[in-house]
């Protein structure tokens, strides 16, 4: 699948731990699908919520577009396009404790539409996050000792 990122949520992967994920289609206005082709969307802070049977992506940032008329709230709740059963399963499965639904990134498809991959989750414990700086610096040394080591020979 070829598919042209225009934003990441990569607090997402420290804060939490990826169970399941999906690829939701979103409904827009005309003036937010320009801005986010010059990429002026955040998903920082967004989350996913289930209501009357369908999902709504909410906090999700879209700058307003320089060039229209009339522009929309930067911030509103946008509706998720999901197929029924994934909407049941995903709200089942929030509804228990601990898991939530945020979406990791926001992209255009091979088809020109804009995507956004949602993702089951589970809030990772503090010692988890350590774990995970732990193991990225010692990732980190471990590259720039073989690129030390290529360097040399």
């Not at 289609?25 to 082709?37: D, F, M, Q, T, Y």
């Amino acid at each position: 699948m070829s598919e042209n990122k225009v934003a990441t949520n990569r607090k997402a992967r420290f804060d939490y731990h990826i169970l399941d994920k999906y690829e939701a289609g979103i409904s827009l206005l005309g003036a937010e699908v320009k801005s986010i082709r010059e990429g002026g969307v955040s998903l920082q802070d967004s989350f996913v919520r289930f209501d009357a049977g369908q999902a709504f992506v909410y906090n999700m940032h879209i700058k307003a577009y320089a060039f229209s008329r009339w522009t929309a709230e930067p911030t509103r709740p946008r509706r998720l396009l999901l197929n029924r059963p994934e909407i049941d399963k995903l709200s089942g499965r929030v509804t228990k404790k601990g898991y939530t639904c945020i979406p990791l990134s926001l992209y255009f498809n091979s088809r020109g539409r804009i995507k956004l991959e949602i993702a089951l989750c589970q809030s990772k414990k503090a010692h988890d996050k350590r774990d995970a700086l732990l193991e990225r610096d010692a990732r980190r040394e471990m590259d720039r000792a073989m690129k030390r080591r290529k360097k040399s020979h």
